[in-house]
């Protein structure tokens, strides 16, 4: 007996490295693609890694809040968040030790697989991303989530 499926896609933006950043994720059902929930955040200055890292915590909330038993696939187009959750690479950047634990934590159940996409199959997260980081840039405040 299988668990639901979600699909997390997830996704960071930096202009400048580091720079003005912000997250984009979506949480999708499987079959249909519908999209279940979403959120966008501007970060403040931050890297492109530390974006990329809270755009997959913020997608892994998302999902438990909707389902604490569903399995997840994270689709992101970050290889190095996707090989350092996977256990293949190690995390030697001291900023993103506690991002990758906290990601790790959402993930206890061990049901959260890692997938690196091409960029172009990642659009919606980004497109999150980047609308969270112009409303910043007007100075306006993005909703930190939108379901």
């Known amino acids: 007996m299988g668990y639901p499926l979600l699909i997390v896609e997830a996704d960071g933006a930096a202009r400048g490295n580091p720079g003005p950043a912000a997250y984009g994720t979506v949480v999708r059902d499987p079959e249909s693609g519908a999209v279940l929930a979403e959120a966008a955040e501007a970060l403040g200055v931050a890297t492109n890694n530390v974006a990329e890292y809270r755009g997959l ?3 892994l909330r998302a999902a438990k809040a909707l389902d604490p038993n569903a399995a ?18 190690k995390i030697k950047h ?26 172009e199959q990642n ?6 991303a980047n609308a969270a980081l ?7 405040q993005w909703p930190a989530a939108n379901s």
Do not use: C, H, N
Not at 72 to 83: N, P, T
Not at 123 to 128: F, G, I, P, S
């Open 57 to 59: 915590i913020a997608g």
């Open 123 to 128: 659009k919606a997260a980004d497109a999150l």
């Open 72 to 89: 997840i696939e994270a689709r992101l187009d970050s290889k190095l968040v996707v090989e350092q959750m996977s256990g293949r690479w």
């Open 134 to 140: 112009d409303a910043a840039s007007r100075g306006e």
């Open 94 to 119: 001291p900023a993103l030790r506690p991002l990758a634990l906290e990601a790790a934590a959402l993930a206890r159940s061990g049901r959260v697989t890692y997938r690196w996409v091409p960029r």
